[in-house]
Nanobody, 116 residues
Framework: VQLQASGGGLVQPGGSLRLACAAS????????ASWYRQAPGKQREWVAT???????NYVGSVKGRFTISRDDAKNTVYLHMNSLKPEDTAVYYC???????????WGQGTQVTVSS
């Protein structure tokens, strides 16, 4: 199983990005999935989770600005980020699990930089 994170980049404050986390090497669907981020000099921080049933949860600092979603046909989870702030600058990681996989997997991380 591999998780491929993509979609990061440089964006101005107030801008938007969409991150994607695609699972490959498996015929089994992503069950629960989460996004985390790690800013320079800081600990990794949980950002958002989506369950197999589509329920979502967010850290307070991104509520109302970020949306986590899933496309089961593509076995992909997305993080839609709007109204980006400089403090959102970090490497974003996805993690996902499925009962058939035996353990959670992590993507390689994608850099998001919010700067004018």
């Amino acid at each position: 199983v591999q998780l491929q994170a993509s979609g990061g980049g440089l964006v101005q404050p107030g801008g938007s990005l969409r991150l994607a986390c695609a699972a490959s090497g498996t015929i089994f669907r992503i069950n629960h999935a989460s996004w985390y981020r790690q800013a320079p000099g800081k600990q990794r921080e949980w950002v958002a989770t989506i369950t197999v049933g589509g329920s979502t949860n967010y850290v307070g600092s991104v509520k109302g600005r970020f949306t986590i979603s899933r496309d089961d046909a593509k076995n992909t989870v997305y993080l839609h980020m709007n109204s980006l702030k400089p403090e959102d600058t970090a490497v974003y990681y996805c993690t996902a699990e499925s009962p058939a996989w035996g353990r959670p997997y992590w993507g390689q991380g994608t850099q998001v930089t919010v700067s004018s």
